[in-house]
């Protein structure tokens, strides 16, 4: 995909100077055999750090090796405050610790390593010096499992290094009965997100700046190739066409500093009558490659999207918590056929923003709900571009991060599947299930003052998302909790 970092590891082994640093060097070795074995690929740093000097040349090492995620490996106890100082040298770029365990009995005798308890030395270091350092949830292994972890490591490292260098553009004003899409920028300047707030009337300008853009036919033949039987508007398709150009030279022509990018449009009341168009599958097609586009000015959403599109390297949605599934839809669909009840099942919607490859089948058609109100008795014309179909089937994680009003960030992650049911209704749809999502709904959704957008990512991926929320500084991170789990605010009795 586009517009996503590529993560270069590298490994620098720790050694406490009382314990035989070979011990440190063997076990660095065989983490790397099995992690390249495993198809992965890593730098393996020379330099051994048992004091400062050292830290300082395997920052050098590193540095010149073009590494961005490091992984601090603790091959025996290690020094914590060297192994710290590298990792506080290392930062803001990410930074894994991790260590060793007794491979067998006969190290016992003499070459035990003791990392287990140079973990917690080091973890109270990490503390005193105010580092955020990732730390896997068990993190001591042999070679093997210190493998693995590294490998869940990648997407987590991804994300947090695309994060610092990203700009969200926004077009327009948030709509107004759409308030809960409005939450403080603030915290994501924290985060090294810029934004550049423009005017819709800016993009309306550009867009008719673009009329007669000799790149408009070659756009529009690939957009009718990629719907290809779904093409059911093909005069639509120029326009169309011509907002996505706008859109990329917008991009590239306000990128700055930027090397990642994400888009918060507006796309009505008046979107549909200037531009004469919806721009839902222009939406689609820049998010596919990586480039976001959340609907109603939504910054919050765009950045969710965005981190679920790290985090896969896959195309994303962003959705509406949409409506219930109906009672006859779920007896002759849903009941006897998938372990969930009524009230774990819902629909995700929304106008037609969901990539093409996360559809059954995707046609382009018009907005129903515009034209009711803009187009009532007539054909539709600037109300289509929208790109409708059953969201496929399949394993899904639903998160969002958010500020709240007082510009503090949290976040919620829960992880479902699209079920195999025809939605039976109109635009990008799916019927979305996910355990015990009536409590989830009523005790982190409502309580917790959640707009209706969700981010969407294909795959179960709740894990790397929880971490990365919690290393970016969410105060919480909610999820959907087991039955015997109440939630903070949780009627016992039922």
Not at 198 to 217: M, T
Not at 225 to 243: C, D, F, I, K, S
Not at 424 to 447: K, T
């Amino acid at each position: 995909m586009q517009n996503i970092p590529q993560v270069k590891l590298g490994i620098v082994a720790v050694s406490r100077d009382c314990f035989p640093i070979t011990l440190s060097e063997r076990r660095r070795k065989e983490v790397v055999r099995c992690f390249t074995e495993a198809g992965g690929e890593i730098y393996e740093a020379q330099t051994i750090v048992e004091n400062e000097n050292h830290a300082m040349k395997a920052l050098e090492e590193i540095k010149a090796a073009g590494v961005n995620a490091l992984i601090v490996y603790l091959g025996n106890f290690g020094p914590e405050g060297p192994e710290t100082l590298l990792a506080q040298s290392f930062l803001p770029l990410p930074v894994m610790f991790v260590a060793a365990a007794e491979e067998d009995t006969a190290v016992l005798t003499s070459d035990r390593g003791d990392a287990y308890c140079g973990m917690l030395n080091a973890s109270y270091n990490i503390g005193l010096r105010g580092l955020t350092v990732y730390i896997p949830e068990y993190p001591v292994g042999v070679p093997s499992e210190v493998s693995a972890m590294i490998a869940e490591f990648i997407p987590v490292a991804r994300t947090l290094n695309a994060l610092r260098k990203l700009k969200i553009f926004t077009f327009g004003p948030r709509p107004f009965d759409f308030l809960a899409c409005n939450a403080p920028i603030a915290p994501l300047f924290k985060l090294g997100v810029n934004i550049q707030e423009n005017s819709e009337l800016d993009l309306l300008e550009s867009y008719r700046k673009h009329d007669n853009d000799p790149r408009i036919e070659e756009v529009a033949a690939d957009m009718a190739a990629e719907l290809g039987e779904g093409n059911m508007m093909p005069t639509v398709l120029p326009r169309l066409a011509q907002y996505e150009i706008t859109l990329l030279d917008w991009i590239e022509e306000n990128r700055g500093a930027a090397e990642y990018v994400a888009i918060a449009g507006k796309c009505w009341p008046s979107f549909q009558t200037s531009f004469g168009f919806v721009p839902c599958y222009v939406n689609s097609r820049l998010t596919a490659r990586g480039i976001p586009v959340a609907c109603e000015v939504d910054v919050y959403g765009a950045l969710s999207e965005f981190i679920g599109a790290c985090v896969t390297e896959g195309s994303v949605t962003l959705l509406d918590i949409n409506n219930t599934v109906p009672a006859d839809m779920y007896e002759n669909h849903i009941a006897g056929k998938h372990n969930y009840t009524s009230k774990e099942v819902f629909m995700g919607f929304h106008c037609g923003n969901t990539p093409i490859d996360r559809l059954v089948k995707g046609t382009m058609k018009y907005q129903l709900i515009m034209k009711r109100s803009l187009e009532p008795d007539t054909e539709p014309d600037i109300t289509r571009g929208t790109l409708d179909g059953a969201i496929k089937p399949g394993d899904i994680t639903f998160f969002r991060l958010q500020s709240n009003a007082d510009g503090h960030l949290r976040s919620y992650v829960a992880q479902g599947e699209v079920l195999p049911v025809d939605p039976q209704s109109f635009g990008g749809i799916g019927v979305f299930a996910i355990p015990e999502m009536n409590r989830f709904y009523r005790h982190v959704l409502i309580a917790d003052r959640y707009p209706h957008h969700g981010a969407v990512a294909f795959g179960h991926v709740g894990k790397a998302i929880f971490t990365i929320m919690k290393l970016i500084g969410a105060e919480t991170v909610s999820f959907n909790q087991p039955k015997h789990m109440l939630y903070k605010d949780e009627n016992p009795f039922g």
